[in-house]
Structure formats: structure tokens, C-alpha cells
């Protein structure tokens, strides 16, 4: 499972023009689902995008994570964070998660964030989306587990 997290002062995210998710700071969260993933996989993802510090203490430096900072989740399906580039001039989504169970671990992965009284918003899985940002720093991350 992959995330890539983007620190944001704003995001949102609409399908046909309707915005369907927004939050105004904390983190959006591209999600990718593998193959090899499963609900452990997506807890110990979930444990580290929040514990993941990147918001600034009063000192300014990197030192809270989104629910110390009183921030918010935005967490957009992403399948093609799991392609392979590593051949050719088209990318391959064979390792990809196909889309039931990969739209099973990523509500799973929504409602785990909830769980632990984290705002968090959603884009529609599989849709069309739009994904607006303002990237607070520019700050992002890769994270994989």
C-alpha cells in the first residue's frame, strides 16, 4: 500500500464539477492499493501517515503530526501509484490491487483514520476526479509499507 501525502494549507477534490471532499489543512492523501495488500497492511499505513511529523512545532521545525496540529485527512483513490515504470514508455498496473478489493481496503483504510477522531474527507473511488491543492511548504511524501 502506498501513500503519497502532500501537507496542505487547502484541498479538495470534485467529480463532474461537484465538489465531492475538501478540507482546509492537514494532509492529502493519495492512496494506492498492491496486489500483496491487505487490513494489516493498511493499518500499519494508517499508523504512519498520522503519526508522520511534517507540521511545524513553535520552533518551526518538523515535529507534529496531523492530529497535533488539529488538521484534517483528504484521502483520494490512486491506483496508479502502483504502476510499474521500470520498463518501456507506457506504464504496467499489473501489480495493482484489482478494483473490489482495492476499493474494500481503501474504505477500510478511510475508517481506520476516523477511528482515531481524525476529520477525514474522500474523493469517489474509481471516478473521474479533480484534485485541487495548495501544498503547504512544498512538503510530500512517499510513503509505502
Do not use: C
Request: glycine share 10%; no cysteine.
Amino acid at each position: 500500500m502506498i501513500a503519497l501525502i502532500q501537507r496542505v494549507t487547502h484541498a479538495s477534490v470534485a467529480v463532474d464539477e461537484q465538489i465531492v471532499g475538501q478540507i482546509n489543512g492537514g494532509l492529502l492523501v493519495l492512496l494506492g492499493v498492491e496486489k500483496h495488500d491487505n487490513e494489516q497492511t493498511a493499518k500499519r499505513l494508517r499508523d504512519k501517515v498520522l503519526g508522520y511529523r511534517i507540521f511545524s512545532d513553535e520552533q518551526g521545525k518538523m515535529n507534529l503530526n496531523v492530529q497535533q496540529a488539529g488538521g484534517s485527512l483528504l484521502v483520494v483513490s490512486q491506483f496508479t501509484l502502483a504502476a510499474d515504470t521500470k520498463k518501456g514508455m507506457r506504464p504496467s498496473f499489473s501489480g495493482g490491487a484489482e478494483p473490489t478489493r482495492a476499493e474494500q481496503l481503501y474504505e477500510y483504510f478511510v475508517d481506520l483514520s476516523r477511528q482515531q477522531g481524525v476529520v477525514t474527507k474522500t474523493g469517489q473511488f474509481a471516478a473521474d476526479m479533480q484534485v485541487s491543492l495548495t501544498n503547504d511548504g512544498p512538503v510530500t511524501f512517499w510513503l509505502q509499507v
